[in-house]
């Protein structure tokens, strides 16, 4: 007998127990539902509408695909979402990406979103929700693999839950991952945020987000559904004291006095201010034996550059398209679904740790350096520089893609534009009387 008093070797009733109903459980839950998996879908919070409140909500064109995949794209744009550009200023100037090559995301509140996409996972054939339980304790064989987890309801009743996958999507912080013990990168974060919605006072090529690259501190923009803003800062720790007596009141200070500043002024806050003080990078080691994490909870990276939303969908993608297959072939598909974990790692691996590494260099809140700066200044002179900075900020492509295309354009555009602004002579001319 077990600690719940279950025989170890009861077969699982699930093929997969996923903990979390946000945007990376409910993408995996449908996933796999769709495959003909069994799957629990387990959230802490009861309300079936219930979203993530701080967020910017900002998801990257790297992530639309996985929405229409999700088959979500139609409801979204019904329920008001816009597909923006980018603008980024800089001290340089504003980068642009041509319209033909510039990418284009989706903005929807979370508070839409996150109830269409839950609605859809508890739709699907095979998907059981248990909503209002909370993932407690995980259930090991004798080998120490994970086989299922214990939750309970808010009444305080346990539910032992068996299955031949855990999936940990229950974000920041995820307790799964930490009640596997699985290995942890921890860096910090050297920046707070604070942001909220308004009504008018839209910045300037609404819907386009408009981002200010301050040099160390950061602020933007993002035009959504329903003719509102949402108006975000994230600067240094250095600035958290101008913060902390009103943080609406110096949010529209610190948005107004951006250089190429938005009309934030004439707009009105129909929100509460949100904010967050620690935002500490944390990437674990995304599987272990009978369990997968996806979403934050493999990777809470920098909230900076709004990439987390598309990263918990494509995750769950990447880890439905590696092991639905294994758990279809049911125990027969042990072996199998060891094998699929490993691919799942890759996959994971290959999209996302270079686009870490570099965020996490970033996220203490230092200043740019020199290769920066002369990117960043070439992307405001040459269209090519700034469609390989916005594919990158979108990240469809990694980093290396990006060194290979904007580097050496960039050089040209930097020569090119010193040389036009070199004092310009008259070409030498011997007077006419010279010499004589
Ligand atoms: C300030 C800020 C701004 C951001 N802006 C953007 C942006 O513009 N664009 C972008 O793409 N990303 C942004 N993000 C990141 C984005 O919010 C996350 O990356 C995204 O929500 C991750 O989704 P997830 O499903 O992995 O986790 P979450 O959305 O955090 O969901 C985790 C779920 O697990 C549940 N849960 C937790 N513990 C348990 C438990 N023990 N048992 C059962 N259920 C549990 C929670 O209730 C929750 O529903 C921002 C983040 C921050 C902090």
Redesign the pocket.
């Known amino acids: 007998m077990d600690a719940t008093g279950q025989r170890p070797n009861d077969a699982p009733e699930f093929d997969a127990v996923i ?9 995996a839950a449908v996933h796999l539902g769709r495959e003909g998996a069994r799957v629990a879908l ?4 009861p309300d079936p509408r ?1 979203y ?1 409140r ?7 064109a790297s ?1 639309v695909p996985a929405i229409e995949r999700l088959g979500l794209l139609d409801a979204m744009m019904a329920a008001g979402a816009v597909r923006p550009h980018f603008r980024i200023w800089t001290r340089w100037g504003w980068i642009v990406a041509p319209p033909e090559s510039a990418q284009t995301g989706l903005n929807l509140r ?1 508070e839409l979103f ?1 109830p269409l996409l839950r609605e859809a996972a508890l739709a699907t054939p095979g998907v059981e929700g248990l909503l209002g ?4 304790r995980l259930l090991r064989d004798d080998a120490g693999r994970v086989i299922g987890v214990v ?1 309970r309801d808010r009444a305080g009743d346990e539910l032992t839950l068996r299955a031949r996958l855990t999936i940990g ?8 991952a930490s009640l596997a013990g699985v290995p942890a990168r921890v860096t910090p974060h050297g920046r707070f ?1 604070y ?1 909220a919605y308004f009504k008018g006072g839209a910045p300037a090529h609404a819907p386009d987000a408009s981002v200010w690259m301050l040099d160390p501190h950061w602020a933007a923009a ?1 035009p959504t559904d329903s003719g509102l803003t949402f108006y ?1 800062c ?1 600067p240094t720790k250095a600035r958290l004291a101008d913060f902390r007596s009103d943080p609406g009141a110096a949010l529209v200070a610190f948005i107004a006095d951006l250089p190429d500043a938005p009309p934030i002024r004439e707009g009105r806050r129909v929100a509460p201010v ?3 003080l620690d ?1 500490t990078n944390v990437e674990h080691e995304p599987i272990a034996p009978g369990l997968a994490l ?5 990777l ?2 920098d ?1 900076l ?8 969908l494509q ?1 769950a993608e990447w880890l439905a398209d590696a092991v639905a297959a294994p758990l279809a072939a049911g125990p027969a598909g042990d072996q199998a679904l060891a094998t699929g974990l490993a691919r799942y790692r890759r996959r994971w691996r290959r999209g996302l740790r270079g686009h870490a590494r570099v965020m996490e260099d970033l996220a203490g809140g230092r200043r740019w350096r020199a290769p920066e700066r002369f990117v960043f200044a070439a992307a405001t002179r040459d269209a090519g520089v700034a469609a390989a900075v916005d594919a990158f900020g979108a990240r469809m492509i990694g980093p290396n893609r990006m060194v290979a295309a904007a580097v050496p354009r960039a050089v040209a555009a930097n020569a090119r534009h010193a040389l036009a602004r070199r004092p310009r002579f008259a070409p030498y001319r011997a007077s006419a009387g010279a010499g004589t």
């Open positions: 903990v979390g109903a946000s945007l990376a459980g409910s993408a387990v959230e802490q919070r219930a993530k701080v967020c910017s909500h900002y998801v990257q992530g979370r996150d339980h909370s993932a407690e939750v999507a229950d974000g920041r912080g995820s307790r799964v945020a942001g993002f975000a994230m949100l904010g967050k935002m996806i979403g934050d909870a493999a809470a990276a909230p550059w709004g990439i987390g939303c598309g990263w918990a995750s």
